[in-house]
């Protein structure tokens, strides 16, 4: 089993299965020789912009939690490039402008990827989902939800339960600083920080290991990192172009935002609008249907290969088609966990397994190789100390060792499919799927009270919900720093040092806010109250037997999107004019795709008309067009969002909704 394309020259993109080239960022050349540092000189320059790299990881992560959580703003910091990382790359842009012989394009983007890699820590899936499930079934436990059977089972050091600590938790109007709350959550936090930090160098650590063979052998496009690369490296000869895309993008958000303020001005809309249950029978029947036309989607979308943003456009619609087609034949129904035919969520679950399978069988050469290396075989002790940290904290719970083993060890796997589609299609969300449905279909003896107080402990990074996990960004991490000349070192001692300050911040901040505030107040965002509370929700279904474990319907299905993975990617690399990239099925399957595959098929017609009528010479002139687009878009949405928080006020959301 080969990877995912062909061997292509090294000036062409593997993933595209075509001899379709990298984007170069408009640039005459590639980013990465026009960043390329002159010896060694670079080393020693970047000391400063490490230290306020580092300094300002946990700034950030501040921010963008008050923003989200207090004022309502878009989501700073889940995407995959990130807001609040633009923010502070546009930010340093201008300063360059000004300062140009204090701020060269490696200290700019080395600060840069210190805010990028680190941000997410902050956000939903890590903290903002974390610090409220570890006080949610103290608070929401009632005679109704008998979650009182379940708060034995919860260790000591996992949570406080003071009645008074949890009120003020939830309800706010009280002090973190009190000598009783502080003390009562400093071992769960500290318990809980280290859980942090052993996940992100886990993922660190599989991000060094199978990144060579991404950017070289298959040689991904990495379509997140161009973004930067292009801000930063812009020529003179792109910059007409690059202001043409992000005077459109920030007149149609502007207008927007003005229309939000004040009704009577009409809006363009490009936020999303369902229509699906709007249409005739049996067409209803495709279930929730979205279309939006979000700028920066469009020209985030425009740096993904062709054929994948047509295989990601397709799939999904046929996705679709099977709802109807069920319906049709009468085959529509609820299953027994709540998931009726076609079982998209399950052949989801199959997909992503092949697709990880593909990824590790593919990498096996490179893999047995950096084991003779000595950096990589650090890389590879690190990795083992941090995953048997991970399984030491889930026995920790209460959970048996093979749940234990199947959790960490599949989300670990599954975040490399995460990380090879992250930098093969640059999907503004990441991909994910509920790892804990394979745990309790695979566990023997079916789930025990203890295994699923545990597995609902540890739902805050592992249901899905990837937006925010480290190894993806990591990957587009090191992208970025071989094109700027950065030392691999020198990254990873920014990220490792700005991840701790991260997490330190982000656990401080949320625990800081949520005393002044409340949880449970309308003075707060309910959707992470709600994340933590689900927790133990779904526990007390599955407990009662309305969501059982996995049946063989839904084992069928998964098994047929292990195949369809499988045999899309036979095709794909056997056959020449075959036009559907396996990619596109997994996307499609993950429902990652909801509110863009319309904008991903409008910069896929865009595209293929562009290299039809001027081929990659007229394409690479308008690059700087699409990154505009996206430049326009997250300007306004990071100029919003700061003055919501000057003004306590919630703003329009020019992304993601």
Request: proline share 7%; charged share 10%.
């Amino acid at each position: 089993m080969r990877a995912f394309g062909r061997t292509w020259p090294a000036s062409c993109s593997l993933v595209v299965g075509r001899s379709e080239p990298t984007p170069r960022a408009g640039a005459s050349v590639p980013p990465e020789r026009a960043l390329a540092p002159p010896g060694r000189r670079a080393g020693g320059s970047l000391t400063a912009a490490a230290w306020v790299g580092v300094a300002l990881a946990p700034l950030v992560c501040i921010w963008v939690f008050r923003a989200e959580i207090l004022y309502h703003s878009a989501d700073l910091a889940s995407n995959a490039l990130s807001l609040a990382a633009v923010g502070v790359l546009l930010v340093l842009l201008a300063l360059r402008a000004i300062l140009p012989r204090l701020l060269s394009a490696r200290r700019v983007l080395l600060i840069y990827a210190a805010v990028a890699g680190t941000v997410g820590i902050c956000t939903m899936g890590m903290v903002q989902f974390l610090i409220t499930t570890l006080a949610a079934p103290f608070w929401f436990a009632s005679p109704s939800n008998r979650w009182q059977e379940f708060l034995p089972l919860i260790p000591a050091w996992a949570a406080p339960r003071s009645p008074e600590v949890v009120r003020g938790f939830f309800l706010g109007r009280s002090s973190l600083y009190a000598p009783g709350v502080w003390r009562a959550w400093l071992t769960p936090a500290l318990a809980w920080g280290a859980f942090l930090a052993a996940l992100l160098a886990a993922q660190y650590c599989l991000a060094h290991l199978f990144y060579p063979r991404w950017a070289r052998q298959e040689r991904l496009a990495f379509p997140v990192v161009q973004v930067p690369l292009a801000l930063v490296n812009a020529g003179a000869s792109g910059r007409g172009a690059l202001l043409a895309g992000a005077g459109i993008a920030l007149a149609v958000q502007g207008l927007n935002t003005v229309h939000h303020a004040v009704p009577a001005v009409p809006g363009l809309r490009v936020l999303p609008v369902e229509f699906g249950s709007t249409l005739p029978e049996p067409w209803n029947a495709v279930g929730t249907l979205w279309y939006s036309f979000y700028p920066c989607i469009i020209g985030l979308s425009a740096l993904v290969p062709t054929n994948i943003l047509f295989s990601c456009v397709f799939f999904f619609l046929l996705t679709k088609g099977e709802n109807v087609a069920a319906q049709v034949w009468g085959l529509r129904q609820v299953g027994p966990a709540g998931a009726g035919f076609p079982y998209g969520g399950e052949q989801a679950q199959g997909a992503v397994l092949a697709l990880v399978l593909v990824i590790v069988w593919s990498a096996r050469a490179s893999l047995r190789a950096s084991l003779r290396r000595p950096t990589d075989r650090a890389a590879w002790a690190v990795l083992a100390l941090a995953t048997a940290a991970l399984c030491g904290f889930g026995l920790a719970l209460g959970m048996r060792p093979v749940s234990v083993g199947l959790l960490f060890g599949l989300f670990l796997l599954f975040m490399l499919g995460c990380a090879w589609l992250r930098a093969a299609v640059g999907p503004v969300w990441n991909p994910g799927n509920d790892v804990a449905w394979w745990v309790r279909g695979v566990a023997a003896g079916g789930l025990t009270p203890a295994d699923g107080v545990g597995l609902a402990y540890l739902r805050w990074f592992s249901f899905g919900d990837w937006r925010a996990h480290g190894l993806p960004t990591y990957a587009d991490m090191m992208r970025l720093s071989e094109a700027a000349g950065i030392p691999r070192r020198r990254l990873a001692g920014v990220l490792a040092a700005g991840s701790l300050l991260g997490i330190l911040a982000s656990l401080w901040v949320a625990l800081d806010v949520y005393y002044r505030y409340g949880a449970a107040t309308a003075l707060t965002d309910p959707w992470r109250t709600y994340q933590g509370r689900l927790a133990f929700e779904n526990l007390r279904s599955q407990m009662d037997g309305v969501a059982p474990a996995p049946d063989l319907p839904q084992w069928e299905a998964a098994a047929f999107g292990l195949l369809a993975v499988l045999l899309l990617q036979g095709a794909n690399n056997r056959l020449l004019w075959w036009p559907w990239h396996p990619a596109g099925f997994v996307m499609a399957q993950t429902g990652s795709l909801e509110w863009f595959w319309c904008p991903m098929a409008i910069a896929g017609v865009a595209k293929a008309l562009i290299l039809r009528a001027g081929g990659m010479r007229l394409y690479h002139r308008a690059l700087p067009f699409f990154v505009g687009l996206i430049l326009g878009d997250y300007a306004l949405s990071v100029a919003l969002a700061l003055v919501g928080a000057a003004l306590r006020l919630p703003m329009y959301k020019p992304f993601p909704i």
